[in-house]
Each structure stands twice: as C-alpha cells, then as structure tokens.
C-alpha cells in the first residue's frame, strides 16, 4: 500500500495528438445500381427477357403434319363415291393431295409470320432493355460521382472540425483545455477539477485526504526474520503523507501538462477536509504552487524528490508544522485569490471553509462586526482601519478610504478593498460597487459583482442583468447567482438569454435560476432544454417537467429515460409516475431491468402509480431482483397495481 500511495506520479500519460482522417473508402456501386436498376425497369424487364446477357431468340415455327392434312382432305373429297368407283376415288384423291399441299404451304407461312412477329417483339424489348441499360450507366457514374464528392465534403468538414478541436487545444482556449482536463481527471484518485485558464497557464484544485489515511503501522521484521507489523512514528506517518500528496499533485501536474499541449504552466490548489472542533468537517487548502513545463521535460521520475519537487517553484505554499513536518492547514488571509477559490469549493462540497487564525493586532471578539456572507474573510492589512477606530463601529470615513483605493494603480489594492467592501454588505456602498465593476481587472469585477450579488437589494437587477452580457464568464456567472437571489418575472428574458451562454457553467446557472422562477413559460424552455448536451442542463429541465407534470412534458420524460445519466433516469420515472399516463408504460417497465439499483426501484415504484394489468405483468416478472430493496418496492407496487 506505501508503493501505491508514493508512485502514483510514475504513470506515464499519452499526450494528444492530431487526428488525421483518412481518406474516403470508394463508394459501393453495387446498391446504387441495384436500386437504378428496379426504378428504371431494367430488373423485370431483363428478367422477362430471361435474364441473358444475348438477344432472345423467339422459337422456331413447328413443322406442319402434311400426312394429317392429306388425310383429313381424302376423308372430305371421298365422301359419296363408292368403294368399286376406282376412277372418281383416284381422281378424288389427286384432288384431295393437292388441297392438301396447298394448305401445308399456307399454314407454314403463317408459322412463320408468327415467328418473325414474336422476333421483332423481342428485338423491340432487347433493344428496350439496351437503352435502359445504358441509362442506368450513366445514373451510376453520376451518382458514384456524387456520392464520392460528398464523402470528400464530409471528410474535409469533419477534419475541419477536428483540427479546430486541435488548433483551440493548442491555442489554450480556455473551454478546451478546461474540457479536456476535466476528461482527464475524472478517473484519478485523487480528485482534481480545472477552475482557470488563463493565457498560457492553467489553475486546478486538488482534494485529497486527510492524514489519517496513512495506516498507523507498516510492515516490518522481527530479529528473528519473522513478518509483523510495527507502529510507525508520527514523523514516518507525516513524512509518507507529505510523499504521497507530492506524488499525486505531480501526477496531476504531468497529465494536465500531458493533455493540453499549449500549457506553459499549471497552477495547483489542494484542499482537504479537515475535522473541525464541533466534530463536523471543513475545507482546508494545504499547498499550492505552480509548476512550468520547461522544469519538468528533463525530470528522472523514477529518481525523483517528489517532496522536493513539489516546493521547488517559487510560489510553492506549504505550512510543514513542529518538528514531526505535519502537513498544516494554510492560513490564506493574505492569498484573496486562493481565499476566494476556496471558498467556492466548500459551497460545492456543502462544507464550511476552514477559518484563518485571528492576524496580530486583531481583536479577537468580531461579535459586534457587520455580518459577513463567510466567517473565513478577514480584512487585508492595508485596509485596516487606524489605531483606535474599533471594529465595531468603524470611522465614518472609512467607505471613502476604500472608494479610494478601489482608483489605485495595484489590482491587488483594489481586490482587496473591493473585498473589505463585500464583507460590509451595506446597500449604501451600491455607488462605489457598481464602478468596480467596470474596473480593467477581471479579478477585480469578479469581487465587485459577487459584492452586489450579496446585497439581495431589488435595486440591482437592472445592473446585474447587464452584466449578464459581460465578457468575463466568471462575471456572468455571479450576476445570475446575483438574480437569483431577487428573481421576479421581469428577469425571464434576460435568462432565457443566458441560457444560450457560451459558458457552461453560466448556462447551467440560469437553468437553475429559470427553475427557481416558476414561472409559466418557464416550462416550454426546460422542454426544449430536456434533450440538451450538458447532463447537468438536461438534469435541471427534468427535474423541473417532473415536478407536477402535464401531457405535453410526458414525451420528454419518456425520452428521457433512455439518458446514460442514472440520476437523470430516476428522476424521469419519478415524473412517469406522477403523471400516471400509461402510454409510457413500457418506458417505465424497460428500467426494471436498469443497471442502476435505484433506478430499478424507481421504476417499480412509478410502475405502482400507474397501475393496471400491464404494470402488474412487468412487476411479477420483477419479483426475484437481486437487490432486497428493490424487491419490497416491486411487492409494493404490485399492491398498488392490483387495486
């Protein structure tokens, strides 16, 4: 297990590569002239021909029986002359061959009329067949022509596409390269989620574990040779934990730089939960450093100091505290980037951030400061306020000292006087704010618009759906976070436009502020939304056509049970069966056989609201599924089903 835990870094990861399609493979001819073929004719009619590749022959006329002939006519011509008349009966009979002879000479040129009729019908149809033939040649060349042009066409616009794929890659775009790292650390072990890319440069956060993860004993031998386990010393503990997080942040740093091809740089942030005195969890950022590619192309991996490594650049943060070297938490107060990162992170985990420890100078009763929107802020040093204006009723002077500095030529000082601005929440402090926000630094507005977005004040709407259209995405996303805090109808349009974002990120907050409007023509929008390409947009459109669903959102939830997103499934079913339109029965009962435990629960259960004897025969045949759970669901619904 301390292999696995201090190697993860010696993984080799395949960079990309530009993908060159190959040519188009010659069209198949033979479909093509198959189909020319039955439409213009040429099939049944050759088939009628006898399907030969030579002119038919018509058959030849039968001979006539000139022995019959002269029968039948002696027959006639003796009639009444008697047997002993030899002279009448001969002569009779010379009549009776010449009639004879007259009629075969007849009826052989009527044979052969006949004859050379059916020769000239099937001359006629040959000579049909030919020209037929001949088009259909022609059609075909026309087509494989076509065919061949177009598959040159698709080609040409696909490897189009694939090397605007490759050019935006290499060129750093950052929704390409936070895509493509996203892919690439979905099956790490140590969780890691890109947040920034920026230039050249790239940021991503890191959660790993915390100490305890290290198990307190190791494999060791006694005098005598014999295997056992001894208890490892706190240091060895800590000292093994610093190597496995420096193995999983180098490996984190190696496939970033692996898959994004025109990174020059990439900055990580790693955070843990981290047990706090009340017993319940908080996030807590334990290094952060940035790594550039040129000081990693020469690196021997397998001979590595990766805890050297990891302090190496210049920005490292690392707290390594008392003499054992335990991985600390890092007091951010002075890192308001970083600060602010780590705040959002603990909003998506549902953790409070760790707080900083009180700075010197500090009072340590903040009871009486203006309410924060997060306890782990604290005031830069620059914008303290001066010897004997205490913190809890600060000098009226002081929102004009930060309005000044918000005109200072650092973007540091300004950050953080926007910051000191956001923790004081006063409506009255809008002015200032709303200047902020056109301030030339992104990081800057981002503060500003955050700032106002926490002041709930009605007033901001028409500011905050401005700046919907910003340029920043960052921006664009805590203006909606903004909205969503004072949502009212008046908003609709403005989302609604923001749903077509360029961002992602922006595009699922205004669904997810769409959600919470309620409003009436909401719904028609999360059905056109139900079949989007974002999981997480299509997720926020069924949730919300599932909750009190009509007839027209059936079709969309029954299309979305077919989603490869299990949540997506389940939460489509709990619609169906709301609804109880058995016209999607067979949706329903098709997940019975889901993978997903709880979508094969969900599925039973819905399939008990809507009831009948269908329902009933797909639950019976549910009746053994392995899962206990899933089985009571099944008992349950047939209940329902049944009544």
């Known amino acids: 297990m301390e292999r696995d835990l201090v190697s993860v870094h010696l993984e080799e990861f395949a960079g990309p590569t530009r993908i060159v399609l190959p040519e188009p493979a010659t069209p198949d001819e033979a479909p093509i002239r198959a189909r020319l073929e039955r439409d213009r004719g040429v099939t049944e009619l050759a088939e009628r021909l006898g399907g030969g590749d030579s002119p038919p022959r018509a058959s030849p006329p039968e001979p006539v029986d000139i022995n019959a002939l002269r029968r039948e006519e002696r027959a006639r011509h003796l009639q009444g002359i008697g047997v002993f008349d030899r002279s009448k009966r001969r002569q009779a009979k010379e009549m009776a061959d010449a009639a004879a002879d007259r009629r075969v000479e007849e009826e052989d040129a009527r044979r052969m009329q006949v004859a050379a009729d059916a020769q000239a019908e099937l001359d006629a149809a040959w000579a049909e067949l030919a020209r037929r033939r001949a088009e259909v040649e022609e059609l075909v060349c026309v087509e494989m022509s076509d065919a061949a ?25 950052p929704g390409t390269v936070i895509a493509a790292l996203e892919r690439a650390f979905a099956d790490n072990g140590a969780p890691a989620t890109p947040i920034d890319c920026d230039g050249e440069a790239a940021t991503v956060t890191m959660l790993y574990g915390h100490p305890d993860l290290v198990p307190e004993r190791a494999p060791a031998l006694t005098p005598a040779g014999k295997p056992t386990l001894r208890r490892r010393t706190k240091s060895d503990r800590n000292h093994l934990y610093l190597r496995s997080l420096a193995s999983n942040v180098l490996a984190t740093v190696k496939e970033g730089l692996a898959v994004c091809p025109g990174l020059a740089a990439l900055t990580v942030l790693v955070v843990r939960r981290e047990p706090g005195d009340s017993g319940e969890e908080q996030l807590a950022a334990v290094y952060a450093g940035s790594f ?64 900083p420890k009180p700075r010197r100078g ?21 914008l303290e306020p001066a010897q004997g204006a205490g913190h809890g009723s600060p000098s009226a002077t002081r929102p004009t000292v930060l309005a000044e500095q918000l005109a200072d030529g650092d973007p540091d000082v300004r950050y953080d006087a926007v910051t000191a601005l956001r923790e004081r929440r006063d409506p009255g402090l809008l002015g200032p704010l709303t200047r902020a926000v056109e301030d030339r630094d992104r990081h800057v507005r981002r503060q500003a618009v955050g700032a106002i977005s926490d002041l709930s004040d009605p007033r901001c709407r028409p500011l905050l759906t401005r700046l919907l259209e910003d ?66 947009v299509r997720f926020e459109a069924i949730s919300v056509l599932s909750n009190e669903p009509t007839a027209e959102d059936g079709p969309m939830l029954a299309a979305a049970t077919g989603d490869q997103d299990r949540y997506l499934r389940q939460t489509a079913l709990r619609g169906l069966g709301e609804l109880g339109d058995r016209q999607y029965l067979d949706e329903v009962a098709a997940l019975l056989r889901d993978p997903d435990v709880d979508v094969r629960y969900q599925a039973a259960t819905s399939l008990g609201e809507l009831r009948g004897h269908q329902a009933e025969a797909a639950l019976r045949a549910a009746v053994r599924d392995p899962d206990a759970d899933v089985r009571k669901a099944v008992a349950s619904a047939l209940e329902r089903a049944s009544e």
């Open 149 to 173: 042009a177009a598959a040159r066409a698709k080609r040409s616009k696909d490897q189009s596409l694939l090397d605007e794929a490759w050019q935006s890659l290499v060129d750093n775009d």
């Open 292 to 355: 550039r590619r040129e000081t990693l192309t020469a690196v021997d991996w397998r001979g590595l100091d990766t805890v050297a490594m990891l302090e190496a650049p210049e920005d490292s943060y690392i707290e390594l505290k008392g003499q054992a070297h335990e991985v600390a938490p890092l007091d951010l107060t002075d890192e308001p980037e970083l600060e602010t990162v780590l705040e959002h992170l603990a909003r998506v985990l549902g953790i409070a951030p760790l707080a």
């Open 362 to 382: 500090q009072r340590a009763d903040a009871a009486s400061r203006p309410e924060r929107r997060h306890e782990t802020a604290s005031i830069p040093d620059h």
């Open 471 to 536: 340029s920043d995405a960052d921006v664009r996303w805590e203006a909606i976070a903004g909205l969503r805090e004072i949502l009212d109808s008046s908003l609709l349009p403005a989302l609604k436009r923001a749903v077509d974002d360029d961002d992602r990120y922006v595009r699922r907050a205004a669904v997810s502020a769409l959600s919470e409007l309620g409003h009436v023509d909401v719904r028609p929008i999360m059905r056109a939304l139900a079949s989007d390409q974002d999981v997480d």
